[in-house]
């Protein structure tokens, strides 16, 4: 029986002194609490008995990109992609980049000998017994002017303008590759991209009609006859800058190149003579092109000689040598109601401009 503060039933089980704890023996640590899951039954759980007590949440993903990361990833590459675009596309482009360029307008006129053209072995004697006796030596010959700002240019572009001339003055006349190797590539890099069609369809179809000869763009040699006996061609010229208007710069240049050669076949001991380019260059540049550093050559006027005037000396120059004379041709025909056509030009060599013997 039980004592008399004790109840009917007996001690509560769990209260002190009340009947075998079978937990008394058991120590929950802090490690065993944080590892314990809470299970809470639903209503729908507690009518049914054998319902599992707690509905499991699926595992959380890992190691892919949240719908967050994606979005954020999708954000930038627009962004870039529209910074790429509108960089390509420069909207701040001046208007009159878009306009087409003005075509080239060249005038090629070989100049041919009254006579034999002089020549000897020795290159030094030829050059100072002929008007290029002071002329300067390769890219010394074409040093750049004093320049000043214009109303709407400023000096450096005034600079920029003169040093780009002067750099399609030394790949189109003075670059070797050019001039024997048939390079083209250094001289179209500098065009204005609105005169790539009419220079490429100049070397693809080369014509003597004022717009397709590629000795306007360029000073080149047949390989097969010729090749130069030094390659320090002897320059003297001018350059001005001028400021065409509010947009445009222009640049003239008047140069004279004499170019020592001999025959392609013949070796170093073989005479060798004299052969004179004189061109006559405009460029215009508007603020694009100052930026770019290329030009767009207008007008070329190219005297050469010594040169027959019965060969072709649109496409490439075919000088004559130590010795040889000019054939004697009779003028070309023209016909002035033609059209697309320019006249075939030729004068006589001046025997004060052939070095002396």
Do not use: W
């Given at each position: 029986m039980g004592g008399p503060s004790d109840p009917p039933e007996g001690t509560p089980e769990g209260a002190p002194g009340g009947g075998e704890d079978e937990y008394r023996s058991v120590v929950f640590d802090e490690s065993f609490v944080r590892a314990a899951r809470l299970q809470e039954y639903s209503a729908e759980q507690r009518i049914t008995d054998h319902?599992?007590?707690?509905?499991?949440?699926?595992?959380?993903?890992?190691?892919?990109?949240?719908?967050?990361?994606?979005?954020?990833?999708?954000?930038?590459a627009v962004a870039f992609g529209t910074a790429v675009y509108m960089g390509l596309r420069h909207p701040y482009?001046?208007?009159?980049?878009?306009?087409?360029?003005?075509?080239?307008?060249?005038?090629?006129?070989?100049?041919?000998?009254?006579?034999?053209v002089p020549g000897t072995a020795d290159v030094e004697?030829?050059?100072?017994?002929?008007?290029?006796?002071?002329?300067?030596?390769?890219?010394?010959?074409?040093?750049?002017?004093?320049?000043?700002?214009?109303?709407?240019?400023?000096?450096?572009?005034?600079v920029t303008a003169l040093l780009t001339a002067k750099d399609y003055l030394v790949r189109s006349a003075l670059d070797p590759g050019v001039l024997t190797g048939g390079e083209t590539r250094p001289v179209r890099a500098l065009l204005d991209p609105g005169q790539l069609d009419q220079f490429d369809r100049s070397l693809d179809r080369p014509a003597a009609d004022g717009r397709h000869a590629p000795t306007g763009w360029l000073v080149r040699f047949d390989p097969a006859r010729v090749r130069l006996a030094d390659r320090e061609i002897r320059v003297q010229g001018t350059m001005q800058a001028t400021e065409n208007d509010s947009s445009t710069l222009e640049v003239t240049t008047d140069h004279t190149f004499v170019y020592a050669l001999r025959p392609a076949d013949a070796g170093p001991d073989a005479e060798a003579s004299l052969f004179t380019v004189r061109r006559e260059l405009r460029f215009r540049f508007d603020r694009d092109d100052l930026r770019l550093r290329q030009a767009e050559l207008v007008v070329a006027q190219v005297q050469a000689g010594p040169l027959?005037?019965?060969?072709?000396?649109?496409?490439?120059?075919?000088?004559?040598?130590?010795?040889?004379?000019?054939?004697?041709?009779?003028?070309?025909?023209?016909?002035?109601?033609?059209?697309?056509?320019?006249?075939?030009?030729?004068?006589?060599?001046?025997?004060?401009?052939?070095?002396?013997?």
């Open positions: 319902a599992p007590a707690v509905r499991r949440r699926p595992p959380r993903r890992r190691g892919g990109l949240t719908r967050q990361a994606l979005v954020l990833v999708l954000l930038i482009r001046n208007p009159a980049a878009d306009e087409p360029a003005e075509p080239l307008r060249m005038t090629v006129i070989p100049l041919a000998p009254r006579g034999e004697r030829l050059y100072a017994h002929s008007p290029a006796a002071r002329f300067r030596p390769g890219a010394e010959g074409v040093p750049l002017p004093a320049s000043r700002r214009t109303a709407h240019f400023s000096d450096g572009q005034v027959s005037c019965a060969e072709d000396s649109a496409a490439r120059l075919r000088p004559l040598l130590a010795g040889q004379k000019a054939k004697e041709t009779t003028p070309t025909v023209t016909d002035p109601y033609a059209t697309g056509s320019a006249p075939a030009l030729c004068g006589a060599l001046a025997p004060g401009a052939q070095p002396t013997p």
